[in-house]
């Protein structure tokens, strides 16, 4: 049997060739039809272009149909797909081509010059483009071979695609997922969030990451569904196709921003079957007040770069508000605590994670793999959590912005929504700041709400609020008052670049 991924997803395929797969802003539709010629022009030429199986394909494009075609073109051709975000400038990418060494980049035309000067340099054969309209030499190059193409034959274990991690902790590595780690993850979450005939899914989130190219898409074609493919979260376009969807998938800004409108309702809401949250915590107050705004109690999972989704809140049953649910089916978790001995419930410790959807380790890494895996198989996560008596777990933050002050560990989540449940406040990240005394200060910045009312709360007083809450070793020593917090594409708080900017100023 063909464990290529693409194999899969195109057995699942609708009967019906002119069915709906993309629906666009413009009014366009590209059909399942469309999406298996599209992707067979595309397959052969990057044969004819002399890529092998197993040979990497780099990609720094906008969202767009062409560019899901070629990451589905990869699949059939056996070669291993790099997803790169289009944000990313020289210092990235030419880490990206050093280290990965493909034999087709595919760029955005403003970058070429750049392109053509990397990709030499790394020793890459191949440059061509893709505008943010779907048009450019790879399309050119692809037009003229035949629309069919038979995929290429590929083992469960071997590579589908390299994503790279954010490296906040240092050089990014190029986690490797294989055919049957995408596969595994995609039949899982299909049918743990009931995936049914009819399901339409309503798309903005980006596709050079997890959540959007992998999770979304891989569910969506797993199911013959269409998509509404929207180029980025625009909460009134949301507004106009939440009538016409059944499914979002979205990051918790997202969620936060539609509620911002008076308008959004159950009636908006009231042909959807399932609202998603991930790749960034949920606070609970958007949780709470989504449920009450819409009747919709949004699902929360938990999961990552090296292994698409590990946990979720169930279909069926409680959806638990600050817990991520429960492991999926096929994946084992447990919480360590100091020398790796079980934690306790309620106990934070490491999350750990070992299954088929568990990447299969770094790319050229194999000291660093070796240090990430433990001896039994498991993957050291770098998140920390705990479990309820019910056993739903809850994420307290990753390991590295775990705070030691005095010798005692802190766990900014269990401060941050004591801070955010004060009046007038948006949001707040807590974090580590260099302390001569304790080795750390724990420090709090603070958003406040664009619509309150003043500001409630001063600096001293955000303190104060929550002092008589805590223990006195993990009430914030320094508070700063902000009007956003640092954030990546997908929505997370870069809590290092907070580290750098206040590590940066006079000591208060």
């Not at 022009?41 to 720094?60: E, F, S, T, W």
């Not at 030499?120 to 054969?125: D, E, F, L, P, R």
């Not at 903005?204 to 190219?213: A, E, Q």
């Not at 997202?254 to 079957?273: A, I, K, Q, S, W």
Request: proline share 6%; charged share 20%; hydrophobic share 40%.
């Amino acid at each position: 049997m063909n464990a290529n991924l693409y194999s899969l997803l195109a057995a699942h395929f609708p009967g019906d060739p002119h069915a709906p797969c993309l629906i666009l802003p413009d009014g366009r539709v590209w059909t399942y039809g469309d999406i298996e010629r599209a992707s067979a022009r595309m397959a052969n030429m990057i044969v004819a272009l002399g890529l092998k199986p197993g040979d990497r394909l780099a990609a720094q494009v906008e969202k767009t149909p062409e560019a899901l075609v070629l990451y589905l073109a990869s699949l059939r051709a056996g070669t291993v797909f790099l997803p790169l975000n289009p944000a990313y400038q020289r210092q990235e990418l030419e880490h990206f081509l050093q280290d990965a060494t493909p034999g087709l980049f595919v760029c955005r035309p403003p970058m070429r010059a750049l392109a053509d000067e990397l990709a030499a340099a790394a020793g890459v054969a191949q440059v061509l483009e893709l505008d943010d309209a779907g048009r450019g030499s790879l399309i050119d190059a692809a037009a003229p071979h035949a629309d069919e193409f038979a995929t290429l034959p590929r083992e469960k274990s071997d590579l589908a695609a390299i994503l790279y991690t954010s490296g906040t902790t240092g050089r990014s590595k190029g986690a490797m997922l294989s055919h049957g780690n995408l596969a595994h993850n995609a039949r899982t979450l299909h049918e743990y969030w009931h995936f049914q005939t009819g399901d339409v899914l309503l798309h903005m989130l980006p596709t050079f990451h997890v959540h959007g190219l992998f999770v979304a898409c891989h569910c969506a074609l797993l199911n013959g569904s269409a998509m509404f493919f929207e180029p980025k979260f625009d909460a009134a376009r949301a507004m106009n196709l939440l009538p016409q969807s059944t499914v979002m998938m979205g990051v918790p800004t997202y969620y936060v921003r539609l509620l911002l409108d008076p308008g959004f309702t159950r009636d908006t809401c009231r042909r959807m079957r399932l609202f998603i949250s991930g790749s960034a915590p949920l606070l609970r107050e958007t949780f709470d007040e989504f449920k009450s705004r819409t009747g919709h109690t949004i699902l929360e999972r938990y999961g990552m770069t090296e292994g698409g989704m590990f946990t979720s809140n169930p279909y069926d049953g409680e959806r638990r508000g600050g817990t991520v649910g429960f492991p999926l089916p096929g994946t084992a978790i447990r919480i360590v605590g100091a020398g790796g001995t079980p934690a306790k419930t309620g106990e934070v410790g490491g999350i750990q994670v070992k299954g088929e959807n568990v990447f299969l380790g770094y790319w050229g890494m194999p000291e660093k793999t070796r240090e990430e895996f433990t001896a039994d198989g498991f993957f050291k996560t770098g998140d920390m959590g705990s479990w309820d008596t019910e056993y739903y777990i809850t994420i307290s933050g990753r390991s590295k912005d775990l705070v030691i002050t005095g010798g005692l560990n802190v766990y900014p989540k269990e401060i941050e929504e004591l801070i955010d449940a004060l009046p007038g406040v948006a949001e707040s990240a807590v974090i580590g700041l260099p302390h001569p005394d304790f080795g750390e200060a724990v420090t709090a910045v603070v958003v406040w709400q664009k619509n309150a009312e003043g500001k409630a709360l001063s600096e001293d007083g955000i303190i104060a609020a929550v002092k008589d809450r805590l223990a006195n070793f993990k009430v914030p020593k320094w508070v700063y008052l902000v009007d956003e917090l640092p954030r990546n594409a997908m929505g997370k708080v870069q809590k290092n670049l907070l580290r750098q900017e206040y590590s940066a100023r006079p000591s208060r």
